[in-house]
């Protein structure tokens, strides 16, 4: 049995997932569907432990080993939170999934993709999201935004060019991958952001 759908949501840090992510778990709501929220890296007792070390930012590590502990967080995720769920017909909404190691670790960091697609594979063999929500904001917009909340973790701290390199990664895979990855104009209005997030989400409701 599968009837639930696999929902994850990226973009730059500032760019309005977590703000989106209230309204998609709302918009559920509405259509009474039951839906399990989480995040990457997290998501489980194990992945927050990780995500507490990936954060730190008095932390440093050499890319490659940061890319394995995202996806070790990731393995943990799928095992505990994401496969049972779908299992059970029930929603996955994650904030931030594979697609950000693509961004981060391929585009920002440099790493050499093919390798993030070993371990892509490794991890989730052939599971991919029913749709990605790729929120686009220019970079200056999302460190606006992040600037105002709180202080920065070790990927915020990052300059803009790493961020320019994320985002134009994170452009590509929604190139790449068109079918799946929806981009949505996060530099306007909350609510012409809310109205877009809510059209582009109508088909999968609809026949959910
Ligand atoms: N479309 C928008 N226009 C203006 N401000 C926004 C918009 N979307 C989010 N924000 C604000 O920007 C900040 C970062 O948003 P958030 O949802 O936490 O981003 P993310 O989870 O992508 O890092 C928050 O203060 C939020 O209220
Ligand atoms: C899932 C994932 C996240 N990240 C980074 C992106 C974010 O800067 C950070 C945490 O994501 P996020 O939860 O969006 O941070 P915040 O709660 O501060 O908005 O982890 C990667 O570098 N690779 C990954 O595979």
Do not use: C
């Not at 779908?86 to 670790?105: C, N």
């Not at 904001?137 to 790493?162: H, L, N, W, Y």
């Not at 799946?180 to 026949?207: F, G, Y």
């Amino acid at each position: 049995m599968r009837q639930g759908k696999f929902i994850t949501l990226e973009g730059i840090d500032g760019a309005g997932k977590s703000t989106q992510l209230a309204w998609i778990v709302e918009l559920l709501q509405r259509a009474e569907l039951q839906a399990v929220v989480t995040r990457e890296p997290g998501g489980t007792e194990l992945g927050e432990r990780l995500r507490a070390v990936l954060l730190d930012k008095s932390m440093t590590m050499h890319a490659e080993t940061e890319a394995l502990l995202m996806f070790a967080a990731r393995r943990e995720h799928l095992d505990k939170v994401i496969m049972p769920a779908l299992a059970q017909g029930q929603w996955v909404i994650s904030d931030r999934f594979t697609d950000a190691s693509f961004a981060y670790q391929g585009g920002g960091r440099g790493l050499d993709t093919g390798k993030l697609e070993i371990l892509e594979h490794w991890v989730q063999g052939a599971l991919q999201p029913d749709l990605t929500l790729y929120f686009d904001v220019p970079v200056e917009v999302g460190q606006q935004r992040v600037s105002q909340i709180k202080a920065a973790d070790r990927f915020e701290k990052e300059r803009g060019d790493f961020f320019q390199r994320v985002r134009a990664a994170y452009l590509d895979r929604a190139r790449q991958f068109p079918g799946r990855i929806k981009i949505i104009d996060s530099s306007q209005s909350l609510a012409e952001v809310k109205a877009a997030v809510e059209q582009t989400l109508q088909p999968l409701l609809n026949h959910g």
